[in-house]
């Protein structure tokens, strides 16, 4: 179902779709004329593929979702057609639609440009994709040693390059993306991505809020804020007992201090890990204070991230979920833009054997 394309135009009518795939999520917009004219988001990424060892799901899924957003413009007037799909996240993983190899960092708009494919999918859409390569640190294979040195990416890449682009991130500041998974990005002097440092902190609080023990202590939605007196709590018990531990007193607030609120044992939980989290990034160099740092994701988490920050003389700012969506489909423009090759009008297209 997959093949190669390469399309040389020059008719460039500015019209793509975006995708956007992670872990859980994909989110696709239609752009034209430099505007969002429709979007999409549905509750389903690459966690379905590995489950059901099928990417047949996460197709269908995409192929309904840029069929909704191309409807949905033309009702709302846009009617000149997309030319291509542009994407970026897990979609480019073994588990997405088509593999394409990390880049080695440090990598700048250039690297990323030269680095996507065009494939076709035409089960989906008789667009070309055009597929964005995540980036890696540290070498390709290494020791068990060695193996806390390496790290990889997928959409955050292309989420660096439009921040770089609209002026968000500035060359040799730090960003700290709170998804399921918490990821450090560093930006090197000369704006280039130096690398990364990825932990399971995201997945590891939501396994521990609804599927162990502590599920009937804590709620199971997160609260519009977290406490910071608990917060710091938390961050206290881990640093004197340890992660597992301060996770246990969770149940044992619960036991011996029933006046607690769920609301406050859940900041208590939080702050456990986040303070296992900022130890480490602090030791191993990825913090250091004066070092400006963008938060995106999780706005509660945000904002305990940046209070802690704050205390250890670290400038943070947040960035909205809508300036991050903006961001990421500004990222994957500047590289379409970096190609010198453009989609064609379907029914034009050149088919290759190959691998562009």
């Given at each position: 179902?997959?093949?190669?394309?390469?399309?040389?135009?020059?008719?460039?009518?500015?019209?793509?779709?975006?995708?956007?795939?992670?872990?859980?999520?994909?989110?696709v917009w239609l752009i034209g004329g430099g505007e969002v004219r429709a979007t999409r988001r549905v509750p389903i990424g690459v966690r379905q593929t590995a489950q059901e060892r099928s990417s047949e799901p996460l197709r269908v899924a995409l192929r309904e979702a840029i069929d909704a957003v191309r409807a949905a413009a033309v009702e709302h007037g846009w009617e000149v057609p997309p030319t291509a799909v542009l994407a970026a996240g897990m979609i480019t993983s073994p588990l997405g639609l088509s593999e394409v190899p990390h880049l080695p960092a440090p990598v700048g708009q250039r690297d990323l440009a030269a680095g996507a494919v065009w494939r076709l999918f035409p089960d989906i859409t008789p667009l070309p994709f055009l597929l964005?390569?995540?980036?890696?640190?540290?070498?390709?294979?290494?020791?068990?040693?060695?193996?806390?040195?390496?790290?990889?990416?997928?959409?955050?890449?292309?989420?660096?390059?439009?921040?770089?682009?609209?002026?968000?991130?500035?060359?040799?500041?730090?960003?700290?993306?709170?998804?399921?998974?918490?990821?450090?990005?560093?930006?090197?002097?000369?704006?280039?991505?130096?690398?990364?440092?990825?932990?399971?902190?995201?997945?590891?609080?939501?396994?521990?809020?609804?599927?162990?023990?502590?599920?009937?202590?804590?709620?199971?939605?997160?609260?519009?804020?977290?406490?910071?007196?608990?917060?710091?709590?938390?961050?206290?018990?881990?640093?004197?007992?340890?992660?597992?531990?301060?996770?246990?007193?969770?149940?044992?607030?619960?036991?011996?201090?029933?006046?607690?609120?769920?609301?406050?044992?859940?900041?208590?939980?939080?702050?456990?890990?986040?303070?296992?989290?900022?130890?480490?990034?602090?030791?191993?160099?990825?913090?250091?204070?004066?070092?400006?740092?963008?938060?995106?994701?999780?706005?509660?988490?945000?904002?305990?991230?940046?209070?802690?920050?704050?205390?250890?003389?670290?400038?943070?700012?947040?960035?909205?979920?809508?300036?991050?969506?903006?961001?990421?489909?500004?990222?994957?423009?500047?590289?379409?833009?970096?190609?010198?090759?453009?989609?064609?009008?379907?029914?034009?297209?050149?088919?290759?054997?190959?691998?562009?």
């Amino acid at each position: 179902m997959e093949r190669s394309v390469v399309q040389p135009s020059q008719d460039d009518p500015g019209t793509w779709i975006c995708v956007d795939q992670g872990t859980t999520n994909t989110r696709v917009w239609l752009i034209g004329g430099g505007e969002v004219r429709a979007t999409r988001r549905v509750p389903i990424g690459v966690r379905q593929t590995a489950q059901e060892r099928s990417s047949e799901p996460l197709r269908v899924a995409l192929r309904e979702a840029i069929d909704a957003v191309r409807a949905a413009a033309v009702e709302h007037g846009w009617e000149v057609p997309p030319t291509a799909v542009l994407a970026a996240g897990m979609i480019t993983s073994p588990l997405g639609l088509s593999e394409v190899p990390h880049l080695p960092a440090p990598v700048g708009q250039r690297d990323l440009a030269a680095g996507a494919v065009w494939r076709l999918f035409p089960d989906i859409t008789p667009l070309p994709f055009l597929l964005v390569p995540g980036v890696r640190s540290g070498p390709l294979r290494c020791s068990r040693e060695e193996i806390g040195s390496t790290d990889v990416m997928r959409g955050e890449e292309t989420l660096c390059l439009g921040l770089l682009a609209m002026g968000r991130l500035a060359a040799g500041a730090t960003l700290l993306n709170l998804g399921s998974h918490w990821k450090v990005v560093r930006i090197d002097p000369e704006g280039r991505i130096a690398g990364s440092h990825t932990s399971l902190a995201g997945e590891l609080i939501h396994v521990v809020q609804t599927q162990t023990i502590l599920a009937g202590s804590v709620p199971a939605e997160r609260p519009a804020r977290l406490d910071p007196a608990w917060l710091a709590a938390g961050m206290r018990e881990e640093s004197g007992s340890g992660l597992a531990r301060a996770l246990f007193c969770v149940r044992l607030l619960e036991q011996r201090l029933p006046e607690s609120l769920p609301e406050e044992r859940l900041a208590y939980l939080v702050g456990a890990v986040l303070g296992a989290e900022v130890e480490a990034l602090a030791r191993q160099g990825h913090l250091s204070s004066g070092q400006p740092v963008l938060l995106t994701g999780g706005s509660v988490l945000a904002a305990a991230w940046r209070e802690v920050l704050a205390q250890r003389g670290i400038p943070a700012a947040l960035l909205s979920e809508e300036e991050g969506e903006e961001a990421l489909r500004t990222g994957l423009q500047t590289i379409l833009a970096g190609r010198e090759d453009r989609p064609s009008p379907v029914g034009s297209t050149t088919r290759n054997g190959g691998a562009h």
